[in-house]
């Protein structure tokens, strides 16, 4: 007699998710002469059939169906335990009068069982404090046993809080196996005198152990205790001496003054601008209550500020609870003078006749008493072409030369400068314009001598002009007397440079006249005016004249007869002025008398 124990498979296997079952069959090998009962009894992970950890009876009577087998399907006990794969234990007993039956063992079953519970879960709480707590207490909560335990790492870092205001350790927390709950870490809070913002301390969870974070940063909010800071910052100015000048230095004063709670962290912050030259100002500290705190700022005025230039900056009293600013400024000297003319002088090439091509100019005596000379024009003017030179910029500004890099043709050129200063003012260019001669070939030896073209020669040596009197300033600069009567144009804004037979109605939106009777000896100047015995007023002239225009004056302007005028000059290529730029004059001037002459007699028809 035997008792056989068949596995389906050769095992039995279950898992707690359906849960699935398995079965094993029981059956004896022989008719037994007494009923035979197996008592199945599963642990407490298993169902046989009667619930968890209950026995069954299977009941073998003594006859032929002893021998048909008896099946027992086993079923895992679906719990919140996390166990992993795991076995349960089902154990028999055999019991019978039969003399032979109980005798016998029946073998264990060990059941595999497949685990279907999740890791517990680990959560940490935020919690706010007032600053004299005393102690801040956060805690820790897992959710879910296991049979290994749990346990998690956790560590402080500063928020908007730092090591001044709070102590405490890192360190980790444990949960013995089968066991869930609550746990506490805390941190040690410093109680100051500082009127502060809300601050906050951050704990981080790390490195769980057999557990899973769903919430592993938790924050511990301070609320201050103390009176908030009421923070005033007053901002001056001062100068190394009565003007501002650039490169002066100039040095701030910064007063701070707190009449509320102290305060640490205060930022006290001055950032130049970039007229200014020197080191931004930042400093960080504490300012206790009632306390007030002063600071200096020390700056240069940038060389490249400028001339009247208002600088203004702002100084900044910051903390998290207060904040105030205040603005100082100054205005560097004001430039708004051209150089002066005084003594301007063009030295050469003057009056000569000359084979060199690229001539050297001199000139000198350009001032400026505010900002300095800094650079000069130079405007070269011939009957051949018509060139401006670059900009001449010299360290030096009291005196220049200028050599052309390119060579000057043949001709009569004349030619003049014109200064500027550091601020920008353009002086006037120098009047009169200066006159040489470039030729290569025959030389006529007594012009060299003595500078003058041969026979007479008109030449404007000066104009001025304002919105309602233009000044003209002739010159006879030839050999001979100019005894023909001639007409002189001004223009305002030509629209192209004046030539003979273009009176000024035909190239420029105003102008004016003037018909000269007078004889002029060599070297002889005559000035003529508005209202003068020979200016022609309306309709000949503009009653007045704009303001900032480019005023030119031509000599012997118009003979339609001829091709040089009405005076045969000895050279007929000087006759135009060098421009000048009309103001506004004296407002105060009387108005000029602009009666016309009696008579047109000895002047050529226009």
């Known amino acids: 007699a035997a008792i056989i124990l068949t596995e389906s498979d050769g095992s039995t296997d279950v898992d707690e998710f359906g849960p699935t079952s398995d079965s094993y069959s ?145 360190g980790s927390l444990t949960w013995s196996a089968n066991t869930s709950g609550t746990k506490t870490i805390a941190a040690l809070i410093n109680d100051d005198s500082y009127g502060e913002s809300t601050e906050t301390i951050n704990i981080t969870l790390s490195t769980p152990l057999t557990a899973t974070l769903v919430d592993g940063s938790g924050v511990i909010t301070i609320t201050d205790n103390d009176s908030a800071p009421n923070l005033d910052i007053a901002k001056t100015v001062a100068l190394s001496g009565t ?38 100002f930042t400093w960080t500290g504490v300012i206790t209550a009632n306390a007030v705190v002063t600071h200096t700022v020390v700056a240069t005025i940038d060389t490249d500020a400028g001339y009247g230039t208002f600088i203004l900056n702002t100084a900044t009293a910051s903390h998290a609870l207060s904040f105030d600013s205040a603005t100082a400024g100054f205005a560097t000297i004001d430039d708004v003078t051209p150089p002066s ?146 007409w002189v144009d001004a223009y305002f804004n030509p629209t192209q440079e004046p030539t003979l037979n273009k009176p000024w109605p035909t190239i420029a939106p105003a102008g004016a006249v003037w018909g000269v009777t007078k004889s002029l000896a060599p070297g002889e100047s005559l000035t003529l005016t508005m209202g003068d015995a020979y200016y022609f007023g309306p309709p000949d002239s503009s009653a007045s004249f704009p303001v900032g225009a480019t005023v030119y004056v031509y000599v012997d302007s118009v003979n339609h007869n001829t091709s040089y005028g009405n005076v045969k000059e000895g050279n007929e290529s000087n006759n135009l002025s060098t421009p000048v730029i009309s103001t506004a004059g004296d407002s105060a001037a009387a108005a000029p008398n602009i009666a016309a002459p009696a008579s047109r007699a000895g002047l050529p028809e226009r």
Do not use: C
Request: aromatic letters at 6%; charged letters at 15%; proline letters at 5%.
């Open 243 to 280: 003007t501002a000048w650039p490169g002066d230095p100039v040095t701030y004063t910064l007063v701070i003054s707190n009449s509320g709670g102290s305060a640490d962290n205060v930022t006290v912050a001055d950032m130049l601008p970039a007229a200014l030259d020197g080191q931004d």
């Open 26 to 170: 029981l059956q004896l090998t022989s008719v037994p002469a007494e009923t035979v009962t197996i008592t199945v009894a599963p642990d407490g992970q298993l169902d046989v059939g009667s619930g968890p950890g209950t026995a069954i009876d299977l009941t073998f009577a003594a006859d032929l169906t002893a021998l048909d087998p008896q099946t027992v399907t086993v079923t895992a006990v679906n719990d919140t335990l996390v166990e992993g794969t795991h076995s349960g234990t089902i154990n028999h007993t055999v019991s019978s009068d039969d003399l032979v039956y109980p005798t016998l063992v029946v073998s264990d079953v060990i059941v595999s069982i497949l685990d279907d519970d999740l890791l517990p879960t680990l959560v940490i709480s935020d919690v706010t404090v007032a600053e004299d707590v005393g102690t801040a207490v956060i805690t820790l909560t897992l959710s879910g046993r296991n049979v290994y335990g749990a346990g998690v790492a956790y560590a402080f870092s500063d928020g908007s809080a730092d090591s001044s205001d709070y102590s405490a350790t890192n």
């Open 341 to 486: 003319l005084t003594a301007a002088r063009l030295i050469s090439p003057t009056d000569i006749i000359t084979a060199t091509r690229r001539p050297t100019f001199v000139w000198e005596g350009f001032t400026d008493d505010i900002s300095g000379v800094i650079s000069y024009t130079l405007l070269i003017s011939s009957s051949n072409d018509s060139v401006s030179l670059q900009s001449i910029t010299t360290a030096a500004v009291m005196e220049s030369v200028f050599t052309p890099t390119v060579d000057l043709a043949n001709g009569v050129y004349t030619w003049t400068v014109r200064a500027y200063d550091a601020a920008g003012n353009a002086s006037a260019y120098v009047t009169p314009a200066a006159t040489f001669t470039i030729t290569q070939g025959g030389i006529y030896l007594p012009f060299i001598t003595k500078g003058l073209a041969s026979g007479p020669d008109l030449v404007v040596d000066e104009v001025t002009a304002t919105a309602s009197q233009v000044t003209i300033t002739l010159r006879n600069a030839g050999t001979e007397a100019v005894a023909d009567g001639f």
